[in-house]
C-alpha cells in the first residue's frame, strides 16, 4: 500500500539557517507528489510539486526514485515561513485519484 | 486560485443525532473531492475519496455508513456524521480538484470543527 513519512514532528531552526524537511514515500507506481503548507490559522495550501521542478518562496524539493524520498530544503529560513509542512502523494486507483498525506512536520524559525 | 468553501465552519451537536457538512467549488468543477479528518496533532487522515456521479471510495477503517458522502454535482459533495458520537469530535477537511490528473492541484476548504456533547 502507499505511504508517504515524514519522521520528523517538529523542526526548529534559526532565521537564515538551511532547512530540510524529510519526507520518505512507499508506492509501487510513478509517484506524483506535493508539499502543502499550513500557516497559522489559515487552510492548507500547495507549496510546490515535483512535476513543476520549480522554487517556490525559496523551497526547493527534488524527486529521488533511489532513495524514495522527496525532501523540502531552503537554504535561509525566514521567520515567515514558520508553518505546518505536509508531504503527500497522489496515486491512481480503481475509484480515481487519491491523495495521501504524511503526518507533518512543524517548521519554527526561531531570531 | 481556485476557491473552496466548507459550511459550517463549527458545529455542535447531540450525541446520536446527525450532521451534515457541505463543501463546494465555487469558481471551478470539481471532479474529484476529498474529505480529511484533521486531528489533534496536526495529522490528516484521508477519510474517502468521490468522484462526482459515483460512489464514493472509503479508506480502510472508515465506516461507509457512519460518515455519508455525497458528490451529486461538480460544485458540490456532502458529508454526513450518523448517529454522532463523541468520538467523533474532530476538524474535518474537505478538498477537490478541478481534474482528473492526479498532478493537479488540490484547493482546500477551511474546514468544520464538529464538537459532539
Known amino acids: 500500500a502507499q505511504r508517504v513519512t515524514q519522521p520528523e514532528k517538529l523542526l526548529s531552526v534559526f532565521k537564515g539557517a538551511p532547512v530540510e524537511l524529510k519526507c520518505n514515500y512507499s508506492y509501487s507506481g510513478s509517484p506524483e507528489l506535493f508539499w502543502y503548507v499550513q500557516y497559522s490559522r489559515q487552510r492548507l495550501q500547495l507549496l510546490l510539486r515535483?512535476?513543476s521542478r520549480e522554487s517556490i518562496k525559496g523551497f526547493t524539493a527534488d524527486l529521488n526514485k533511489g532513495e524514495t524520498s522527496f525532501h523540502l530544503k531552503k537554504p535561509f529560513a525566514q521567520e515567515e515561513d514558520s508553518a505546518m509542512y505536509y508531504c503527500?502523494?497522489?496515486?491512481?486507483?480503481?475509484?480515481?485519484?487519491?491523495?495521501?498525506f504524511g503526518t507533518g512536520t512543524q517548521l519554527k524559525v526561531e531570531l | 486560485g481556485a476557491v473552496v468553501s466548507q459550511h459550517p465552519s463549527r458545529v455542535i451537536c447531540k450525541s446520536g443525532t446527525s450532521v451534515k457538512i457541505e463543501c463546494r467549488s465555487l469558481?471551478?468543477?470539481?471532479?474529484?473531492m476529498f474529505w480529511y479528518r484533521q486531528f489533534p496533532k496536526k495529522s490528516l487522515m484521508l477519510m474517502a475519496t468521490s468522484n462526482e456521479g459515483s460512489k464514493a471510495t472509503y479508506e480502510q477503517g472508515v465506516e461507509k455508513d457512519k460518515f455519508l458522502i455525497n458528490h451529486a454535482s461538480l460544485t458540490l459533495s456532502t458529508l454526513t456524521v450518523t448517529s454522532a458520537h463523541p468520538e467523533d469530535s474532530s476538524f474535518y477537511i474537505c478538498?477537490?480538484?478541478?481534474?482528473?490528473?492526479?498532478?493537479?492541484?488540490?484547493?482546500f476548504g477551511q474546514g468544520t470543527r464538529l464538537t459532539v456533547v
Open positions: 469558481d471551478f468543477q470539481a471532479t474529484t
Open positions: 503527500a502523494l497522489s496515486i491512481l486507483t480503481g475509484g480515481g485519484n487519491k491523495l495521501t
Open positions: 478538498s477537490a480538484r478541478d481534474q482528473g490528473d492526479r498532478a493537479s492541484e488540490a484547493f
Open positions: 515535483h512535476i
